[in-house]
C-alpha cells in the first residue's frame, strides 16, 4: 500500500533512514536523524505543496519517497529533487518502482516539469532504477563528498515529465 506519509511515520522513516547514514555512503549526512527532525522534514515538503509517500507492508512502512524544490529562486519552481529510500532487506523486490511512479505521477500532476534526482556513486539500484524509469544521467561531480575516509563522486540524473 503506498499513501501520503504524516508526521507519525517519523519514526519508522527515521529508522530507515539512519540506517543508510551509519552504514554507506548513499547520503552524506553523518549523523542519525531523530523521529523530530524528520518530522519537521514531512512538514517542509507538505508546506511547499510537493509529495512524501510511504509504502506500507505488513502494518510496517518499508520505503518512502519524496520531493523537494530543486533551488529557491523563482524561475526554478518547475523543477524538483527527488529522494527514495527503502527499508534493509525489501531491495530488490519491485517496491521502489511502484513507490517511485506514484512519486513521479504527482509531480506530473502538480505541473512540475523537471525532476531531478542525486546518487552517490556508485550507487547500481539507484542509477538502474533511476535509468529505469526513464532519467538519463546529466551530470557527475567528482570527489564532492567525503565520508568514512573516502571520497565519493556524485551523478545526476534528469527526467523531464511534461
Excluded: C
Excluded at 529508522?15 to 543508510?20: D, G, L, R, S
Excluded at 519517497?65 to 534493509?88: C, D, G, H, N, P
Amino acid at each position: 500500500m503506498i499513501r501520503h506519509a504524516s508526521v507519525a511515520d517519523a519514526q519508522q522513516i527515521a529508522a530507515i533512514y539512519n540506517y543508510y547514514i551509519k552504514n554507506t555512503t548513499i547520503t552524506f549526512e553523518e549523523i542519525e536523524v531523530t523521529a523530530e527532525e524528520m518530522g519537521r522534514r514531512i512538514e517542509n515538503v507538505d508546506a511547499a505543496g510537493l509529495p512524501w509517500y510511504v509504502m506500507e507492508h505488513d502494518s510496517q512502512i518499508i520505503g518512502y519517497a519524496y520531493a523537494t524544490k530543486w533551488r529557491e529562486r523563482s524561475a526554478y519552481r518547475f523543477s524538483v529533487e527527488s529522494t527514495i529510500y527503502l527499508k534493509q532487506g525489501h531491495t530488490g523486490k519491485g517496491f521502489a518502482q511502484a513507490l517511485y511512479s506514484e512519486l513521479l505521477d504527482d509531480l506530473r500532476e502538480k505541473g512540475v516539469h523537471v525532476v531531478i534526482g542525486g546518487i552517490a556513486l556508485a550507487n547500481v539500484p539507484s542509477v538502474s532504477l533511476h535509468e529505469k524509469t526513464g532519467f538519463q544521467n546529466v551530470a557527475q561531480f567528482r570527489e564532492v563528498g567525503k565520508k568514512f575516509d573516502r571520497w565519493v563522486d556524485v551523478g545526476y540524473w534528469q527526467l523531464i515529465l511534461q
